[in-house]
């Protein structure tokens, strides 16, 4: 068995991070959160983490489909598309591969229209509000899930 390869699969606007709404979603970049993500998973799992960014619905749709052939999990922030998407929720239903779905704000503090997600029903859980540390505690959701997290 090779190493395992991760999607860290970022949405709309997500880019922008470290400039946009700071104050929401915080100071680092989305370089550096990937670099963050790809160190620890390196680190303490062997796995490899492959990142990518999609202002696109269908680009988002069609990396899913992608990662069927290629990853063995999947972290998810579908950013506004969470709200609205029901391509990427039939994406996510079509994909046999373990999802968590992520949020840097904690959506339930926030709109009332952020309350819902049409994605979450099709991921294994969501985490949401820890800023950038919501995507380190999806890797462990997701090693704990695979196996290869010792329980504490
Ligand atoms: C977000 C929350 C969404 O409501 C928002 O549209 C985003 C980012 C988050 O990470 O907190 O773009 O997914």
Do not use: C
């Amino acid at each position: 068995m090779g190493k395992r390869r991760v999607l860290v699969l970022h949405g709309p606007n997500l880019n922008l991070l470290g400039s946009r709404e700071p104050d929401v979603y915080g100071r680092m970049s989305l370089p550096e959160l990937n670099e963050r993500l790809r160190d620890l998973a390196r680190r303490r799992w062997d796995w490899e983490v492959h990142a990518a960014q999609y202002n696109t619905e269908g680009g988002l749709v069609s990396a899913l489909h992608q990662a069927r052939v290629w990853a063995d999990g999947v972290v998810l922030n579908p950013g506004g598309y969470t709200h609205t998407s029901v391509a990427l929720r039939d994406a996510l239903a079509a994909l046999p591969l373990p999802v968590v779905e992520v949020h840097l704000s904690n959506v339930y503090a926030r709109e009332a229209f952020r309350h819902t997600s049409l994605t979450a029903a099709r991921s294994l859980g969501v985490i949401s509000g820890f800023g950038w540390y919501s995507y380190l505690l999806a890797l462990y959701a997701l090693a704990h899930h695979l196996g290869d997290e010792a329980p504490a």
